[in-house]
Each structure stands twice: as structure tokens, then as C-alpha cells.
């Protein structure tokens, strides 16, 4: 079953060009460690994450936040009924 995590970035300056390629090659980098991820999707200033496995959604909630690049971001879990 898939899993699904939201994540925002915490105080991000104003029009700053927050998912640049080297941002989400980063983010990609690190979320790879927890799992699989098979979609990355922006909603302003969400990014929704879709891993193949919803134990590795809930790993990536668990772990709390994480910085990448210069933003820290935090992270909650979506449920798709």
C-alpha cells in the first residue's frame, strides 16, 4: 500500500526559489533513505510525497524534521481511504 506525507518548509523568505533542482535533489537524496519515493507533487508551499511503501511515510513523520538545503522542514502524515 502506498503512503503519503506532506511536507512544508518552515519560514521560508518570501519568493524565495525554495524548489530549485538542487533543493529537490537534495530532499530526494535524503528521503531515499527512508524509502522509495514514486511521486513528488507541489501545492504552494507543500510538497505532497508519495512512497511506495506507507511504513516508509510513516518513517519519514517519525523521524521529525529535516533540514535541507537552508530550510528546515517538518512533515505530517496523509491517510488516502
Do not use: H
Not at 511504513?55 to 530550510?71: D, E, H, K
Amino acid at each position: 500500500m502506498k503512503g503519503f506525507c506532506c511536507f512544508q518548509v518552515e519560514d521560508a523568505p518570501e519568493g524565495a526559489p525554495t524548489f530549485d533542482d538542487s533543493f529537490m535533489q537534495e530532499l530526494l537524496q535524503e528521503l531515499s533513505k527512508i524509502g522509495d519515493v514514486i511521486l513528488v507533487r507541489f501545492v504552494e508551499d507543500t510538497l505532497w510525497v508519495t512512497f511506495r511503501d506507507g511504513q516508509c511515510a510513516l518513517a519519514a513523520v517519525s523521524n521529525g524534521p529535516m533540514w535541507v538545503s537552508t530550510f528546515l522542514m517538518y512533515s505530517t502524515l496523509s491517510i488516502q481511504k
